[in-house]
């Protein structure tokens, strides 16, 4: 079983595009959430959003794509495309040998999958004839899709595959890749998750699962509370985050710097309810335990999955509780997703960069909007309102998603 390094980063997010944002805006304190701006959402009682910015300061499609392409796929394998670009030029990873070629893969996976498309296609025919729908439109649509495009802009021939396990997709998406190339079938894998739900039906079936936030329609940056008394619901947002993933002695023989190591997967599967965690989080508990056990190291930082939904944040810190009992106060858990909001399938992915970032920065990410810690957080850490200096030698990432499934990440520092 090889050893799995990561050697490239790449990230699309509400504070911008590239990680350098990303990490210097969550460190500083800064908010990505902003008012909605959807034509014909009135009826929508959710107003906040955490929309990846546009030109000038952030996204251009046609610095990724071309007018004509543009309209071929959705929004998620566009935020796929960039985010890609960026992690294979940090990790200079863009190879013309054959047998290179042939021994990386790609594996960026969606929770949703281009759900604006198929709304606006589904209205397209509704009364219209059908061939106005256009021959690209269930390419553009599809989960795989976003893994494909990277596959053929880069002529990547190796496992070609993308998971769809809502929430915890992007954890799931490195954690599978990485055991790909722990058993041999490929050398490099690039591996993420991207999500663009940001459309009426999006926000609508959200919103009538009572899943969303809707008392802080009025100020944007304080919507999103994780751990907090007052959180009411998570904050719909899109982006991609995606890693390159190498072979300890691949990264070795080529000389490239290795940002942090794969050290720990973990995997479970609730069995209680659809949507909702077993109040013990049993099945938290069980994906950090198994990361533990195949990692066997100390964990200084914790990127929680907690989305500022009133039960889920307390069940996952029930969870961390019977893992660690008092030692859990000496950790650092922060929820990135207050300043960010919830990236869906792209959460787990952008959260593993950051938790990769954690390692080499000495610095914790604040959770914002803490003021008042739930009962279950209080005598924790949870790195309220304001980054802290720590070191870190192994940083934990979890996600857990609808239908009981969840994932943990465990990367130590190289």
Not at 113 to 119: F, H, K, M, T, Y
Not at 155 to 167: Q, V
Request: proline share 6%; net charge negative; charged share 20%.
């Amino acid at each position: 079983m090889r050893k799995v390094v990561v050697t490239g980063m790449g990230a699309v997010t509400p504070l911008g595009i590239g990680v350098k944002p990303l990490w210097t805006g969550l460190l500083a304190g800064k908010s990505g959430l902003s008012t909605l701006d959807l034509p014909d959402s009135d009826d929508l009682t959710s107003r906040v959003v955490g929309a990846v910015p546009p030109p000038p300061e952030g996204l251009d499609p046609l610095q990724v794509v071309s007018v004509k392409d543009q309209k071929k796929i959705d929004r998620f394998i566009l935020l796929a495309l960039a985010a890609a670009h960026e992690a294979v030029t940090h990790a200079n990873w863009m190879p013309e040998r054959e047998e290179d070629l042939n021994t990386t893969g790609v594996m960026i996976g969606s929770g949703i999958g281009g759900l604006n498309n198929i709304a606006k296609g589904s209205l397209l025919i509704e009364d219209k004839p059908a061939r106005r729908l256009s021959p690209f439109f269930i390419p553009s649509a599809l989960v795989n899709l976003a893994s494909g495009h990277v596959s053929l802009r880069y002529g990547f021939r190796g496992p070609n595959h993308a998971p769809s396990t809502a929430c915890a997709t992007g954890t799931h998406a490195i954690g599978d890749a990485a055991r790909l190339i722990s058993t041999g079938d490929a050398d490099v894998m690039i591996a993420g998750g991207t999500e663009a739900a940001i459309c009426r039906l999006g926000m609508a079936g959200f919103m009538v699962a009572r899943a969303l936030s809707t008392g802080y329609n009025d100020s944007p940056a304080e919507a999103s509370r994780p751990f907090d008394e007052g959180r009411d619901g998570f904050i719909m947002s899109e982006g991609a985050g995606v890693l390159v993933l190498e072979a300890e002695d691949h990264a070795k023989k080529r000389g490239t710097p290795i940002l942090a190591y794969v050290a720990g997967y973990g995997l479970s599967g609730d069995a209680h309810h659809i949507t909702a965690p077993p109040p013990d989080g049993h099945g938290g508990l069980r994906a950090m335990r198994r990361a533990l056990e195949r990692a066997d190291v100390r964990i200084d930082y914790l990127n929680a999955h907690a989305t500022s939904t009133p039960v889920g944040d307390e069940v996952e810190l029930h969870a961390i509780k019977g893992l660690w009992g008092d030692d859990a106060r000496e950790i650092a858990i922060s929820s990135t997703k207050s300043a960010l909001g919830h990236m869906l399938g792209a959460a787990g992915a952008v959260e593993a960069i950051i938790a990769i970032q954690t390692l080499h920065m000495h610095a914790i990410p604040p959770t914002l909007n803490l003021h008042n810690p739930c009962d279950a957080g209080k005598g924790l850490n949870l790195v309220p309102l304001r980054a802290q200096e720590k070191p870190v030698k192994a940083a934990m990432s979890n996600s857990f998603g609808f239908g009981g499934t969840n994932a943990c990440l465990i990367f130590t520092a190289a």
